[in-house]
T-cell receptor, first 118, second 115 residues
Framework: GAVVSQHPSWVICKSGTSVKIECRSL??????MFWYRQFPKQSLMLMAT?????????EQGVEKDKFLINHASLTLSTLTVTSAHPEDSSFYIC??????????????FGPGTRLLVL | GNSVTQMEGPVTLSEEAFLTINCTYT??????LFWYVQYPGEGLQLLLK?????DKGSNKGFEATYRKETTSFHLEKGSVQVSDSAVYFC??????????????FGTGTKLQVIP
């Protein structure tokens, strides 16, 4: 099946620094990618929808100036956590649908990036 | 709003035991229902799905039936294997916005199968 990769798989940073997380579709093109956040023992929460060539769509309560999303190509979306603080520590997961945005059942997930802010 | 509730884990079973992971949902409209599985160190993978009431999704020996009357989508397997050890997520999609479907996930249930 289709493969989605994320880099890095884990990152530790100091409070106040910015961290960039990459999400790549390795063998298909993705005009849309989704970014999720997962806290321990909690469900995945959709943060934003990344659209190639246009602005991301953020879910209610997600600070767009805090979580910058760039979808510059059909195979790469990046999430930058700006001025990270300890409360931003979490597990970030991206996904990309195959076969068109309406075909959710063919959505492929990356392995996730664990962020720890000290 | 939409929500998915699934049983808390971890669930520990012996090999060849029967598995049930309960999942109930709240949604407006007519959602599609999914089970995703996450093996250690890997991304989420679609395990099975059902798109309308009374549909049964099945894959790799796992089954789940879309029960609209009880708003449930319980995951079952007759005989689990050690290789089934993973975290299982129940989820629903709700086509509320043009162009994509928003997914609501449950909290996940960790399954550990011991030899």
């Amino acid at each position: 099946g289709a493969v989605v990769s994320q880099h890095p798989s884990w990152v530790i940073c100091k409070s106040g620094t910015s961290v960039k997380i990459e999400c790549r579709s390795l063998d298909f093109q993705a005009t849309t990618m989704f970014w999720y956040r997962q806290f321990p023992k909690q469900s995945l929460m959709l943060m934003a929808t990344s659209n190639e060539g246009s602005k991301a769509t953020y879910e209610q309560g997600v600070e767009k100036d805090k979580f910058l999303i760039n979808h510059a190509s059909l195979t790469l979306s990046t999430l930058t956590v700006t001025s990270a603080h300890p409360e931003d520590s979490s597990f970030y997961i991206c996904s990309a649908p195959v076969g068109g945005r309406l075909y959710l059942e063919t959505q492929y997930f990356g392995p996730g990036t664990r962020l720890l802010v000290l | 709003g939409n929500s998915v509730t699934q049983m808390e884990g971890p669930v520990t079973l012996s090999e060849e035991a029967f598995l049930t992971i309960n999942c109930t949902y709240t949604a407006t409209g007519y959602p599609s229902l999914f089970w995703y599985v996450q093996y250690p160190g890997e991304g989420l993978q679609l395990l099975l799905k059902a798109t309308k009431a009374d549909d049964k999704g099945s894959n790799k020996g796992f089954e789940a039936t879309y029960r609209k009357e009880t708003t449930s989508f319980h995951l079952e397997k007759g005989s689990v294997q050690v290789s089934d050890s993973a975290v299982y997520f129940c989820a629903l999609s709700d086509p509320t916005r043009a162009g994509y479907q928003k997914v609501t996930f449950g909290t996940g249930t960790k399954l550990q199968v011991i030899p």
